[in-house]
């Protein structure tokens, strides 16, 4: 099992900045993929973005150049830095491990950017 838990969500205005981070524990968790989804009502939730143990990025085209994700190995945990945020940002925002065929998920921090 892998616990995720997310923090540093809230309320922000348009243009501002938030850092999410997501800390890992469980004894199945290792090297594979850690991410970012969000979900605003009534939508699907949606990548954000991802990276690996190796630290390969991968973001959706809403976040590129303007959100940057990271990873610390040693301490479980990734980052996510959210820069010139719109109110199209506003979601929960999920953290993600994926090894294998398994996956877990953290039960998400509220993102609220005002216009």
């Known amino acids: 099992q892998v616990q995720l838990v997310e923090s540093g969500g809230g309320l922000v205005q348009a243009g501002g900045s938030l850092r999410l981070s997501c800390a890992a524990s469980?004894?199945?968790?290792?090297?594979?993929?850690m991410g970012w989804y969000r979900q605003a009502p009534g939508n699907q939730r949606t990548l954000v973005a991802t990276?690996?143990?190796?630290?390969?990025?991968n973001y959706a085209d809403a976040a590129k150049g303007r959100f940057t994700i990271s990873r610390d190995n040693a301490k479980a945990m990734i980052d996510l830095q959210m820069n010139s945020l719109k109110p199209a940002d506003t979601a929960v925002y999920y953290c993600?491990?994926?090894?294998?065929?398994?996956?877990?998920w953290g039960l998400g921090t509220q993102v609220t950017v005002s216009s």
């Open positions: 993600n491990y994926r090894v294998n065929w398994r996956e877990y």
């Open positions: 990276i690996t143990g190796a630290g390969h990025t």
């Open positions: 469980g004894n199945d968790f290792g090297s594979g993929v």
